[in-house]
């Protein structure tokens, strides 16, 4: 069968190659891929995967085998994977804890764009409550950035989303944000809860602007730059501020679940940036990485 392998040449970083057919476990189901999901950073960073294993955590399709254990979907299941390993091939042989169920009224193609960008908001964002307080996201217009925003809005929050550019600010104010700048100078307002997927010198803007008791949650480093804070910035008196590291990689059967209910429930959805066939992955990527995409990529497995 086809699937997408790690290259660490110059032709990476991925390339198709001719793979051998998975052999299931007991506990675990085949699933026939419809639809893989692109994430940034699992091909920004390819080359900390071996060289010609099977890439890739997002993707969506049809249980073509029930786990022989009798857990998990049955045979015909639609089914989304969150964040499991080796899912860019035509078959997947997959533990059901890694695994949801794709409900009525939602597309395979959305389901496919949740994973990794959908379970890291929420859980993020479950770390602490958020209702009625103040609350940043920034890289807003990104994967993550886009599902943070509107769990956040679920959840009660006054939410400021933070753009890299004016153009990327698109529809944020619909999803529930109740600002949306590209700039933090003319702020004034201080900030309880803080998603940050950029990283860099705007990382030591925000924490310039985190409230007493505040907490930064780094879930990427979009901006490929150090931070640099100012000298005693990170000394002061009243409740203790934090910056927080993110790598939650357990399964997330649960998660997917929440995620895929609230998209029948029409509050949540997914934001498409470019559709197309997996053989022109390449193209795919050279765009996602030129940031020329609003939103996610998903191509079809044909």
Same mark, same amino acid.
């Given at each position: 069968?086809?699937?997408?392998?790690?290259?660490?040449?110059?032709?990476?970083?991925?390339?198709?190659?001719?793979?051998?057919?998975?052999?299931?476990?007991?506990?675990?189901?085949?699933?026939?891929?419809?639809?893989?999901?692109?994430?940034?950073?699992?091909?920004?960073?390819?080359?900390?995967?071996?060289?010609?294993?099977?890439?890739?955590?997002?993707?969506?399709?049809?249980? +073509?085998?029930?786990?022989?254990?009798?857990?998990?979907?049955?045979?015909?299941?639609?089914?989304?994977?969150?964040?499991?390993?080796?899912?860019?091939?035509?078959?997947?042989?997959?533990?059901?804890?890694?695994?949801?169920?794709?409900?009525?009224?939602?597309?395979?193609?959305?389901?496919?764009?949740?994973?990794?960008?959908?379970?890291?908001?929420?859980? +993020?964002?479950?770390?602490?409550?958020?209702?009625?307080?103040?609350?940043?996201?920034?890289?807003?217009?990104?994967?993550?950035?886009?599902?943070?925003?509107?769990?956040?809005?679920?959840?009660?929050?006054?939410?400021?989303?933070?753009?890299?550019?004016?153009?990327?600010?698109?529809?944020?104010?619909?999803?529930?944000?109740?600002?949306?700048?590209? *700039?933090?100078?003319?702020?004034?307002?201080?900030?309880?809860?803080?998603?940050?997927?950029?990283?860099?010198?705007?990382?030591?803007?925000?924490?310039?602007?985190?409230?007493?008791?505040?907490?930064?949650?780094?879930?990427?480093?979009?901006?490929?730059?150090?931070?640099?804070?100012?000298?005693?910035?990170?000394?002061?008196?009243?409740?203790?501020?934090?910056?927080?590291?993110?790598?939650?990689?357990?399964?997330?059967?649960?998660?997917?679940?929440?995620?895929?209910?609230?998209?029948?429930?029409?509050?949540?959805?997914?934001?498409?940036?470019?559709?197309?066939?997996?053989?022109?992955?390449? *193209?795919?990527?050279?765009?996602?990485?030129?940031?020329?995409?609003?939103?996610?990529?998903?191509?079809?497995?044909?």
């Amino acid at each position: 069968m086809r699937a997408l392998v790690v290259d660490h040449s110059e032709a990476g970083p991925v390339r198709f190659a001719d793979v051998d057919e998975p052999k299931p476990s007991a506990g675990e189901a085949l699933v026939e891929i419809r639809h893989i999901g692109l994430n940034l950073g699992e091909l920004k960073y390819a080359e900390q995967w071996p060289a010609g294993a099977v890439h890739g955590h997002d993707a969506a399709g049809v249980v +073509v085998r029930a786990a022989a254990d009798g857990s998990g979907p049955p045979e015909g299941t639609r089914v989304a994977l969150g964040m499991a390993p080796y899912a860019w091939a035509e078959r997947v042989a997959v533990s059901p804890e890694w695994l949801g169920t794709v409900p009525e009224g939602v597309e395979s193609a959305d389901a496919a764009a949740l994973g990794v960008a959908g379970v890291t908001a929420l859980r +993020v964002l479950r770390r602490s409550s958020v209702l009625a307080r103040h609350v940043l996201i920034t890289g807003a217009g990104g994967g993550v950035g886009h599902f943070a925003v509107q769990l956040a809005a679920l959840a009660g929050a006054r939410v400021t989303a933070l753009v890299g550019s004016p153009d990327r600010a698109a529809g944020l104010r619909e999803l529930g944000a109740g600002r949306v700048m590209s *700039d933090l100078a003319d702020i004034e307002d201080q900030f309880d809860f803080v998603l940050d997927t950029v990283g860099g010198p705007r990382l030591a803007q925000v924490w310039g602007l985190l409230a007493e008791g505040g907490a930064i949650h780094l879930v990427g480093l979009a901006s490929g730059q150090d931070t640099t804070f100012p000298q005693g910035s990170l000394f002061g008196f009243g409740e203790p501020r934090t910056i927080n590291t993110y790598g939650d990689m357990s399964p997330t059967s649960k998660d997917m679940t929440d995620l895929l209910g609230l998209m029948a429930a029409g509050r949540l959805s997914a934001r498409i940036g470019l559709r197309g066939d997996w053989k022109a992955v390449d *193209d795919a990527i050279g765009a996602l990485f030129a940031r020329k995409v609003h939103g996610k990529i998903v191509l079809n497995v044909t």
